[in-house]
């Protein structure tokens, strides 16, 4: 039987993220709601896409590929950026995700005012083919006539995404911020030195909530 109640559930609990790309045809719209770009070279590799593995230096150079099964197959790569985002008209907060050729203009505005969080981002393709270019046009949002939800940990929620195994999340780093410390290669690498009862993916309880916010673990005494 089921469970009634005349409660809505608090807002955030359990709440996992969407992964949404600009449609063809139509458009995208919404309130960046975190600091910086999130940046990750993938590869659509047995019919999905996965975070690449390889190590690189800082300005992206290949300095070994043989951590990346997908590169050891010569699976070819792209690089993606993500950022988080907030719809008013549908109440619904979502990742973004668009090539880097695309997310020019987001660098761009980040550099001018120091934060994406409040720029609106309208994104279309305006040959309207499914794999066409991208455009996106900034500007700045009224913060004063809408309240932003706090940013989601853009690595946890799209390892939870990407089903990628626990110690794949970086759990000292800021909401909406990317990792400064440890590369995609070392936090995917590391789960290889887990033992199998590990390297499960986390449940969405387990990593977010309180609107977007990681949750910290409780011990009792």
């Not at 969407?18 to 975190?34: V, Y």
């Not at 996965?50 to 951590?67: A, H, S, Y």
């Not at 668009?98 to 550099?111: D, G, H, N």
């Amino acid at each position: 039987m089921p469970t009634w109640r005349n409660t809505l559930p608090p807002r955030g609990q359990n709440a996992g993220y969407s992964l949404h790309r600009t449609p063809a045809p139509g458009s995208i719209a919404g309130i960046i709601t975190c600091d910086d770009i999130l940046v990750c070279d993938t590869h659509f590799w047995h019919g999905r896409t996965l975070p690449c593995e390889r190590i690189v230096n800082e300005q992206g150079k290949t300095i070994d590929d043989t951590p990346c099964q997908a590169c050891r197959e010569k699976t070819a790569w792209r690089t993606h950026v993500y950022v988080s985002a907030f719809c008013p008209k549908k109440r619904e907060h979502f990742i973004f995700e668009c090539t880097a050729i695309a997310a020019k203009p987001l660098e761009e505005y980040r550099q001018a005012t120091g934060t994406l969080r409040g720029c609106i981002i309208d994104a279309c393709r305006p040959k309207c083919g499914k794999n066409s270019a991208v455009s996106i046009h900034t500007r700045p949002a009224n913060l004063a006539a809408i309240a932003l939800p706090n940013p989601p940990d853009l690595t946890a929620a799209l390892a939870i995404i990407w089903r990628l195994p626990r110690n794949a999340i970086d759990t000292d780093q800021k909401p909406g911020r990317a990792p400064k410390l440890r590369t995609t290669a070392d936090r995917l690498t590391a789960m290889r030195e887990q033992p199998d009862n590990a390297a499960d993916p986390p449940t969405i309880g387990e990593v977010l909530g309180n609107n977007g916010q990681k949750q910290t673990p409780v011990t009792t005494p």
